[in-house]
Nanobody, 120 residues
């Protein structure tokens, strides 16, 4: 079984920074793509940033220039560096991964979510 565990959320003032981490654990798997989503109260979950299967990055327009996604393949971990945070960035942030598990096939896995709150 593959699990994603996020960390790094918290409460910061507008203009501040946070770094989220997402570590994948398990056995006999390969990560094809990873990304970060967020869901604010009363809103649908949306893609914030992600790596495609080809290794390219994409970002939501609202975070371009402020957020940076990165990954450490050796650690099966991805990061989301968030700078110049705004109150509208307040949401629960979820890690997502498209994974190939040997002998099982393709799986989409979600983390439990980490709360990010930005005060004005």
């Amino acid at each position: 079984q593959v699990q994603l565990v996020e960390s790094g959320g918290g409460l910061v003032q507008a203009g501040g920074s946070l770094r989220l981490s997402c570590a994948a654990s398990g056995s006999d798997f390969v990560i094809n793509a990873m990304g970060w989503y967020r869901q604010a109260p009363g809103r649908q979950r949306e893609l914030v940033a992600g790596f495609t299967r080809g290794g390219h990055t994409n970002y939501a327009d609202s975070v371009k220039g402020r957020f940076t996604i990165s990954r450490d393949n050796a650690k099966n971990t991805e990061y989301l560096q968030m700078n110049n945070l705004k109150p509208e960035d307040t949401a629960v942030y979820y890690c997502n991964a498209d994974i190939s598990v040997y002998g099982v096939g393709y799986l989409e896995v979600w983390g439990q979510g980490t709360l990010v709150t930005i005060s004005s």
